[in-house]
Structure formats: structure tokens, C-alpha cells
């Protein structure tokens, strides 16, 4: 059985958020999401070439409250436990009762977890796929671990798992 994912989205903020994103797009895979009034990341304006919504707030919890909504289940990725955006995260799709499965690559390797990561979206039945975890600032190297864990995940579906 292979998963039936179709869509990837994302706030659009720097670091776990902009790698899922550029991995979609790289690999010609769905993309989308919300975003803050403005286009707003801690980097300045998100680039239009990311096909995400705006909110009509520039209030960061609106969008990830507004993301958990609209997707199936939540990835987070991290490195070792949650604070900030990424926990609210967590809390918001809690309270949704909405599948969300927390990968701290402090505690597994990248094949583990691109493994726990496909057999989590076949039992979840995820369609939409929202992927979070922390900002460019607070983790340099999260970018480039989301962006080989979202790469391997479509370069998998491509090939049928």
C-alpha cells in the first residue's frame, strides 16, 4: 500500500516550512497554505512563486491555526522538544483531533523517519499533508533535513512504494 498524499502545504516561514514547500515544488508535487497578511516571514514577503494564501491578519497563529484546519494531518519536524509556532502547532491539532505525528531527528535518523513518516500518512489517510516545525532563526539546519525528508517522501511516491 502506498500513501495517497496529494497536497503539501505550510505557513511559508523560513526553515521547516519553506523546505516542505520547495520540496513540493521541486518535484512538481501540490503545493499551497496560508500565510500572514502581507506575506509575511521573518525574512520579509514570501516570493509569489509559492502558490499560498494570505490571511487577512498579519497574526502568525491565525495561519497555523488556519493550515491544521485545512489539511488531513500535521507533520512537525524538529530537534528535540517543541516551543513557539511549532507547539502551537501541536496544541491547535490536538484540539482538532486532528492527526499529527512529531518527528525529533534528535531521536530518530532520516531514513527512520521518512519510514515512520509513510507508514503514519497509509494509517492517517492523509491527503493533504501541513508541515511545521521551527524557523530558520531558531534552527539553522532544520531547513535542509525537512527539505531531504519531504524529497525522499515524493521521490518514494513517484516510484509506488
Same mark, same amino acid.
Given at each position: ?22 520540496a ?7 503545493h ?12 520579509g514577503?514570501?516570493?509569489?512563486? =509559492?502558490?499560498?494564501q ?6 502568525y ?27 502551537l502547532?501541536?496544541?491547535e491539532?490536538k484540539?482538532m483531533?486532528?492527526?499529527?505525528l ?8 532520516g531514513?527512520e ?29 532544520? =531547513?535542509?533535513?525537512? =527539505? ?5 517522501l515524493?521521490v ?6
Amino acid at each position: 500500500m502506498k500513501p495517497i498524499l496529494k497536497k503539501i502545504v505550510s505557513g511559508g516561514q523560513t526553515g521547516a516550512d519553506r523546505a516542505a514547500l520547495d520540496a513540493a515544488i521541486e518535484h512538481g508535487f501540490a503545493h499551497g497554505g496560508w500565510l500572514p497578511k502581507g506575506r509575511k516571514t521573518e525574512d520579509g514577503p514570501l516570493p509569489e512563486k =509559492y502558490a499560498l494564501q494570505e490571511m487577512t491578519s498579519p497574526d502568525y497563529r491565525k495561519r497555523t491555526r488556519q493550515n491544521v484546519i485545512d489539511s488531513d494531518g500535521t507533520l512537525i519536524v524538529s530537534h528535540g522538544g517543541l516551543t513557539g509556532g511549532s507547539l502551537l502547532t501541536l496544541v491547535e491539532a490536538k484540539k482538532m483531533g486532528s492527526p499529527c505525528l512529531h518527528l525529533d531527528l534528535e531521536q530518530v535518523n532520516g531514513s527512520e523517519a521518512l519510514s515512520l513518516l509513510v507508514a503514519w500518512l497509509i494509517e492517517n489517510s492523509i491527503k493533504t499533508l501541513n508541515v511545521a516545525g521551527p524557523r530558520a532563526s531558531s534552527d539553522p539546519v532544520i =531547513y535542509q533535513q525537512v =527539505y531531504l525528508l519531504v524529497s525522499g517522501l515524493l521521490v518514494e511516491l513517484k516510484g509506488g512504494i
